[in-house]
């Protein structure tokens, strides 16, 4: 997938979440302050939350996706890393605060109003939220953008939390008043743990995490099938928003001409391109025989 396709479909991911959350807050404010539901202002608090970090996905992502410059020569990729892990801070801060507002409706059991608005909107709500995952889970499967993965993990918990206010309500109609604020405590404990799953995952790709062991294995093996390869150590690898950085070691017979040493690095570089999207490969050439004094005198590094 070319640059520009990239753009544009994490674009339109993000200006979608932006908009189904600001639909979601207007529709789930109108139902609250009818209803004083504790539930439904938690799945208020969830959606402001959603709202802010889809923002802050669309900024994050339009920097992310701007070239590398003399100050940022490996690009802008990490800022969608960073991204996921202020929407992790945003996130933990309202769940802790709907879990007290919970205790509190917990303790002070009252009868509901006007339950029908709630309802009608909580109906809509997953209806919406459904059709934003969808979309967000075939722009992941052409992208595989970090920060697109952050945003539909919001979404995709408030499914499950809209659910909750939906039977909350019912509960709380037929004068179970208490499930309005244990659901409020649930969904708010459930947001925390979404929230340490997302910055776990961002903390890792600030990190520069190695990529999967199975891209690892897959790389090596593409180099080690070009003609005249005899090995591949020293791998290192990391990703940086939508690119893979990949650096290796290729073991090459002692007396090849620099020339045709040079092809053959170029033919396992064009391997790899091949068959990763956005990869950029550095490969340096050893003489086998180098390698196999090194390998004798030290631990072997190959991986």
């Known amino acids: 997938m070319s640059h520009q396709q990239y753009s544009r479909w994490v674009t339109l991911a993000s200006m979608a979440a932006v908009t189904t959350a600001t639909l979601l807050i207007t529709g789930k404010l109108i139902a609250w302050l009818m209803t004083d539901s504790s539930s439904l202002l938690a799945s208020l608090t969830d959606s402001f939350m959603d709202v802010s970090a889809s923002i802050i996905n669309l900024l994050a992502i339009r920097y992310a996706l701007s070239p590398a410059d003399d100050e940022h020569r490996f690009g802008h990729g990490k800022a969608e890393s960073l991204a996921g892990l202020i929407q992790a801070a945003f996130i933990s801060g309202s769940a802790l605060l709907l879990v007290m507002h919970g205790i509190s409706s917990l303790l002070k059991q009252a009868p509901l109003e006007r339950l029908e608005a709630g309802l009608w909107v909580s109906g809509g709500s997953i209806v919406l939220t459904l059709l934003l995952v969808s979309f967000q889970g ?166």
Request: include cysteine; glycine fraction near 8%; proline fraction near 3%.
């Open 138 to 303: 075939f722009v992941i499967r052409k992208t595989n953008s970090v920060a697109i993965k952050a945003d539909m993990l919001h979404y995709r918990s408030d499914l499950l939390l809209n659910g909750g206010v939906l039977l909350a309500l019912v509960l709380a109609g037929q004068g179970w008043y208490w499930a309005d604020g244990l659901f409020a405590i649930l969904i708010g404990l459930f947001l925390l743990w979404g929230a340490l799953h997302i910055g776990y995952e961002s903390v890792q790709a600030l990190l520069d995490r190695q990529l999967p062991a199975e891209e690892q294995a897959r790389i090596m093996a593409l180099c080690c099938d070009v003609e005249g390869v005899h090995g591949v150590h020293d791998l290192r690898t990391r990703q940086s928003g939508p690119t893979r950085f990949v650096q290796l070691h290729l073991e090459l017979d002692d007396q090849l001409p620099l020339v045709k040493a040079h092809q053959i690095a170029d033919e396992a570089e064009l391997a790899v391109r091949q068959a990763f999207e956005r990869m950029d490969v550095i490969i340096h050439m050893d003489p086998i025989s180098v390698v196999h004094k090194e390998q004798q005198g030290t631990p072997s590094e190959q991986q």
